[in-house]
T-cell receptor, first 112, second 112 residues
Framework: NAGVTQTPKFQVLKTGQSMTLQCAQD?????MSWYRQDPGMGLRLIHY???????DQGEVPNGYNVSRSTTEDFPLRLLSAAPSQTSVYFC???????????FGSGTQLSVL | DQQVKQNSPSLSVQEGRISILNCDYT??????FLWYKKYPAEGPTFLIS?????DKNEDGRFTVFLNKSAKHLSLHIVPSQPGDSAVYFC???????????FGPGTRLSVLP
């Protein structure tokens, strides 16, 4: 039972490049979300999904796209990376009735 | 404007003594609160939670106190151990789903 798996762990991009951060969970959780962590800011919600085919915006969605075609996977896409997107990204999941988020180990992204 | 505040960026405590981590919030609609612990290069892990209908919840060495009138909660760790050294995040939910607002975190150092 791997829990929440994020890949890659580290990534360096140039401004304007695109990439996808992968997130997969094997707990059959309906709810999945993406947070970013910046110094002094805590974790801020980017996008979330309450089930396959359903996504919605969080607090800081600009510059990011998501889709949820399966229960297990919730990728985060950066279409045109900007230096302001340099951050640590965490994927989390939760069961439909649970109030406890399970987090992946994070992706450290640097945009030059 | 941050809805969840942790005004102490860092805290140092001697091993065996009590650690008290504080969290203040501004939104009176928050109804559920979580504490997470985070080690370097790992994702946050759930520690303890409390519902707004309670004023205390205990789990082993960890106790969370909620003062709704003051919009304040605190996490007590007794006795503190060196393995408790980590960043602690307070998080709050405003009434539905699993979307949480996180505070900026407090780095706890437990000195042997």
């Amino acid at each position: 039972n791997a829990g929440v798996t994020q890949t890659p762990k580290f990534q360096v991009l140039k401004t304007g490049q695109s990439m996808t951060l992968q997130c997969a969970q094997d707990m059959n959780h309906e709810y999945m979300s993406w947070y970013r962590q910046d110094p002094g800011m805590g974790l801020r919600l980017i996008h979330y999904s309450v089930g396959a085919g359903i996504t919605d915006q969080g607090e800081v969605p600009n510059g990011y796209n998501v889709s949820r075609s399966t229960t297990e996977d919730f990728p985060l896409r950066l279409l045109s990376a900007a230096p302001s997107q340099t951050s640590v990204y965490f994927c989390a999941s939760s069961s439909g009735t649970g109030l406890k988020l399970f987090f992946g180990s994070g992706t450290q992204l640097s945009v030059l | 404007d941050q809805q969840v505040k942790q005004n102490s960026p860092s805290l140092s405590v001697q091993e065996g003594r009590i650690s008290i981590l504080n969290c203040d919030y501004t939104n009176s609609m928050f109804d559920y609160f979580l504490w997470y612990k985070k080690y370097p290069a790992e994702g946050p892990t759930f520690l303890i939670s409390i519902s707004s209908i309670k004023d205390k919840n205990e789990d082993g060495r960890f106790t969370v106190f909620l003062n709704k009138s003051a919009k304040h909660l605190s996490l007590h760790i007794v006795p503190s151990q060196p393995g408790d050294s980590a960043v602690y995040f307070c998080a709050a939910r405003s009434g539905w789903g699993q979307n949480f607002v996180f505070g900026p975190g407090t780095r706890l150092s437990v000195l042997p």
